[in-house]
C-alpha cells in the first residue's frame, strides 16, 4: 500500500510541475543553445551520448563538421565553430533533479535470511548542479567545469580541467589535465558510467573491500587520439590517463600526499555502423590499505589493483539498441600483518536493452551479474536488474521524467553476508 500511495503522489507531483514548466525556446542546454540544435543531436536522450556526442567531446567540444567527405582536408580542430561568438548564457548550465522513491532493505545474518528490513518512502532532492564549459574561439583550447550545488547533502568541485585539442577533425589529439570522472563519457554507450537509468550499471560501480571503484574523479592529465573516417561513419579513439589515485579511505587525493606512484587508465573505443561500438578498458593502480581500523590489530599495507574490461552495444533500426560488457578485478589482500599476500578477484557481467518508440520517448531493462572472493574463502554472487521507460516533456530533449525499478542483491566476500535492496524511484530532471 505505502508503494502505491507514493506512487500516486509523484504522479501528481510530476503533472504539476509540467504544467508549471517554462516552454522550450527558453529552456535548452548551453551547447545546445550555442548551436542552435536540439539535445538529440548529440544524446539518445541526455545524458546518454550517440555517435555524434562522443565526437564533439574528443574535438574539444566543437561541432564535427557536415563537409568531411574526403575530396579536400578535414578542417583544423581550431577553426571548427570559428563564427560562433562567445556568450556567456552558451557556456553555462544547470542541472536540477528531483525524485520521489520507495526503498525496501533486507539484511542477512550468516546462512540464515533475515528479519532486518528497512523500508523508506521519500521525496528527495537527488542534485543541483552547475557546468560551465566551452571552447575558447579559433584556437585549440577548451575548458570544463562542474559544481555540485547539493548531491548527497554536501556540495563542491565535482570537475574541473583544461583541454587543449590539436590536428584535423579526422585525425585530432588532445591533453587534459586537472580533476576529472575517470570513466564519464569515455567509451562507447555500454561503457558510459552515466546512461538511461539514474545509477550506473553495477558492473562499472562495484566497490571493493579495499575500498577502490572506477566511479571516481582523481586529479591527471589524460592524453587521447582520435581517427575519423568520411562523414564519421568509422571512428577509432584511444585515451590514457595518469592520476594521482585514492587515499587510504578510497576518496580521490586533491593534493599532496605520501603515495608517490600514480594510477594509469587506458582506453580504447571503435565506433562503427549507426550507432554502435566497441570499447576495452585497463586499469593498473596502488592505494594505502588500513586493516583492522581502530582494533588492536590495526595495520596498513600499500595493495594493487587491476581492472581489464570490454564492452559493446549496437543500434538497430535507430530503435533497438543492445548493450553488454564486462570486467576482471583482481586485488591484493592481506588477512593480517604476518600472513602472505592474499588476493581479491571478481568477475562482473552486465547487458541492457533499450527501445526507443520514438524520439524522445525509451523503455529499458538491464541485467548484471557478478562474482567474487578473496581466497581462501568461498565465492559470493551478486545480481542486480533493473527496468524503466524515460520520457522528454519538451521537443528539444532537456527536461525529463522517468521512472525506475531496481532491485539488487551484494554478496560480501569479506564478510562472507549478503542485501538485498529494492528500489521504485520516479524522478524528474531539468537541464537548463
Known sequence: MRFWNSFIKTVLVVIGLALLMPQQ??????????FGVK???????????????????????????????????????????????FSLTNSLAMILQGSVTDDKNIAETGTTPATATATTSSFNLDEAALFIA?????????????????????????????????????????????????????????????????????????????GFSLDQHPVGVDFGYTWASNYFKNIFAVSAKVTNGLNADGSEILNGST????DVWVDADYWFGPDGGVTAIYYHGSKDQVQNPGADNEFT?????????????????????????????????RWDQTSPMSYYSADTYRGEVDYYLKTGTVLMARLDRGTAKIAPQPDMHTRAWGVGAEHALTDMGNVVVRATYNQEHDGDPLALLGAT????????????
Open 39 to 85: 539535445c538529440y543531436t548529440c544524446h539518445t536522450i541526455p545524458p546518454a551520448l550517440n555517435k555524434n556526442g562522443y565526437m564533439f567531446k574528443r574535438l574539444g567540444y566543437r561541432m564535427p563538421p557536415d563537409e568531411m567527405d574526403g575530396t579536400k582536408p578535414a578542417p583544423k580542430v581550431s577553426a571548427l565553430d570559428k563564427d560562433i561568438k
Open 301 to 333: 599495507y600499500r595493495p594493487t589493483f587491476y581492472r581489464a574490461g570490454a564492452f559493446g552495444n549496437y543500434l538497430f533500426f535507430d530503435k533497438l539498441d543492445l548493450l553488454g560488457g564486462y570486467i576482471h578485478s583482481r586485488d591484493d589482500w
Open 25 to 34: 525556446g527558453n529552456a535548452i542546454p548551453a551547447f545546445a543553445r550555442k
Open 134 to 210: 566551452g571552447a575558447v574561439p579559433e584556437s585549440g583550447f577548451s575548458y570544463f567545469g562542474h559544481y555540485e550545488l547539493y548531491q548527497d547533502g554536501g556540495s563542491g568541485l565535482e570537475q574541473g580541467f583544461g583541454v587543449y585539442t590539436g590536428g584535423r577533425a579526422n585525425s585530432s589529439y588532445f591533453i587534459k589535465g586537472g580533476e576529472e570522472h575517470m570513466q564519464e563519457g569515455e567509451g562507447t554507450r555500454a561503457a558510459m558510467f552515466y546512461n538511461l537509468f539514474p545509477d550506473p550499471a553495477y558492473t562499472l560501480t562495484n566497490v571493493d573491500p579495499i
Open 259 to 262: 603515495k608517490n606512484s600514480k
Open 421 to 432: 535492496d529494492k528500489l521504485f524511484k520516479l524522478d524528474f530532471r531539468f537541464m537548463w
